[in-house]
Structure formats: C-alpha cells, structure tokens
C-alpha cells in the first residue's frame, strides 16, 4: 500500500517558521517528482513547491525566497521549510507524489500563521 505520511504542522506567530515533513513508502520515493500542495479555506489547492527526482526545484511566487523544498532520498522524506511566515499561508499543506504518472496524496497538516 502506498503511503504518504505528513507532519510538522502548527500554530505559529507571522515571521516564524516551520518545517513539514512527508514520508514516502521505499518502492516509490527516489524516481518520484515529490511536491508540496496548499488549500486554504475556500480556495482552490495550490501548488506550493516541486522537486523532481534530479533535484530541481519550482516554487510558487509568493513563497519564493521563504520556502525550501529538499529531499532525502535515503530516509524516503521531502521537506518543505517555511520561514517569514504570513498570515496568508495559512492552510492544509498537502504532500504529493507523482511516480511514472500515478499521483498519490497525503491527508494533509494544517499550518496557521497568527498576525
């Protein structure tokens, strides 16, 4: 069964900073173009950042220069870490995984950022 597991979400003053986490089963993590998604409360889910299996990155303009996305493939894990944090990031952050076309999705952790 494949999983993608979330964590590292929570409630944080604006300017502050965290880091998610998303583990991935073995078979699928380091030939996968691994992603963070955000949905805020009646908005459509977004792309917040991407890296692909070579390490290329892309990132939505409003957190470009706030956010890293990095990979470890030997603990199977994609990281989003989020610093200068805004009240309007404040949302699910979901994890994404796409293996040979096959998309899979976490459950999602919800972030909220206090002004």
């Known amino acids: 069964q494949v999983q993608l597991v979330e964590s590292g979400g929570g409630l944080v003053q604006a300017g502050g900073s965290l880091r998610l986490s998303c583990a991935a089963s073995?078979?699928?993590?380091?030939?996968?173009?691994m992603a963070w998604y955000r949905q805020a409360p009646g908005k459509q889910r977004e792309l917040v950042a991407s890296?692909?299996?070579?390490?290329?990155?892309q990132y939505v303009d409003a957190v470009k220069g706030r956010f890293t996305i990095s990979r470890d493939n030997a603990k199977n894990t994609v990281y989003l870490q989020m610093s200068s944090l805004k009240p309007e990031d404040t949302a699910v952050y979901y994890c994404y995984c796409n293996r040979f076309g096959v998309v899979y999705w976490g459950q999602g952790t919800q972030v909220t950022i206090s002004s």
């Open positions: 890296i692909t299996s070579g390490e290329g990155t």
């Open positions: 073995r078979s699928m993590f380091s030939v996968s173009t």
